[in-house]
């Protein structure tokens, strides 16, 4: 089986691994080399690097409707196109594949359709998750679900957690989702577009912690925008991370955002409650476990 594997970050990885395992990918298609760090120096995205590890031949087409890059797909002639947190794909693309083109998806479409559903899951409270496979076709992430497999999210976990505990996963997901293709025996469901909720892209400006939000609410926020961007407030006049935390619901007259110890624990005020930080980052330093943090930071001044 000819497979052309599509995708960038680190989440993509695992997948390509084990695709390469069972079928041996035919080509890995990937974003152009992007400047990075101080000096702007041309960096490749996690995905090539794997690539080129695992001796795969690499497409970084600039854009995906480029000639050279469509007759490159027609020379391969895929039988399968696998996508994994990737561009959205032209009809010119995945028409490409003689079976089917296919993306993995970290949530139980159609919740969470969008470039973040891991995050989204998380700062919505949700208790259940998954992974979806279905089939491309022009709207995003609204395709017929090919598999999908469900997953009970345990308390406290981050955004972090899920996309490390799913990445595997989704490899799995993936070689059993081309096998039942390949076969021809299954049926497609389609997607209740009625049911349909985003999941936006998040950048850091939306990371401001909001005090005003109800502890459970804060702490799942928290939690879904960890460890990146992360979720941020001020402390002296630096930006303040909070990575991990638990919550207290506890009635109080304190002003919102105000530090205070609450049973010898470090915490801030919020709405209903408390925040109790766990796992924290100032600005210019590294992430440290709040006990770490408190025994090095001076409050004078």
């Known amino acids: 089986m000819k497979i052309v594997f599509m995708g960038t ?15 041996g990918v035919k080509l890995v ?4 080399d992007k400047p990075a760090g101080k000096g702007l120096k041309l960096s490749p995205p996690p995905v090539k690097l794997k690539a080129i590890e695992l001796g795969i031949p690499i497409a970084q087409p600039e854009k995906l409707k480029d000639e050279t890059f469509l007759r490159l797909l027609e020379e ?9 947190a990737f561009r959205i794909l032209p009809t010119e693309v995945f028409t490409k594949a003689r079976i089917a083109s296919f993306n993995v998806h970290p949530s139980l479409l159609p919740k969470f359709r969008g470039p973040a559903p891991i995050n989204w899951t998380i700062i919505n ?31 406290n976990f981050t955004a972090g957690d899920l996309h490390d505990f799913f990445a595997p996963i989704a490899g799995e997901i993936a070689v059993q989702t081309c096998k039942l293709l390949a076969s021809g025996n299954y049926e497609l469901r389609k997607q209740d ?69 609450i049973d010898g624990q470090f915490a801030f005020s919020c709405k209903n409650g408390y925040i109790l930080p766990r796992e924290v980052q100032l600005e210019g330093r590294k992430v440290l476990k709040i006990e770490e943090f408190l025994r090095g930071y001076r409050w004078e001044g």
């Open 125 to 155: 409270g949700e208790t259940k998750t998954g992974i979806t496979t279905f089939i491309l076709k022009e709207e995003v992430d609204a395709g017929n679900i090919v598999l999908q497999w469900e997953y009970e999210i345990p308390e």
């Open 193 to 261: 577009d009625s049911l349909a909720t985003r999941a936006p892209k998040i950048n850091p400006e939306m990371c401001r912690i909001t005090w005003e939000m109800e502890a459970k609410q804060l702490r799942n926020f928290i939690h879904g925008v960890s460890p990146k961007p992360g979720a941020w407030t001020f402390l002296k006049g630096k930006r303040f991370k909070i990575l991990r935390c638990d919550y207290l619901e506890k009635e109080h007259n304190f002003d919102l955002g105000e530090i205070h110890y």
């Open 76 to 84: 391969i002639a895929p039988d399968i196109i696998v996508v994994v």
């Open 9 to 23: 970050p680190e989440f993509a990885i695992p997948t390509l691994e084990t695709l390469h395992k069972e079928f």
């Open 29 to 32: 298609v990937t974003n152009p």
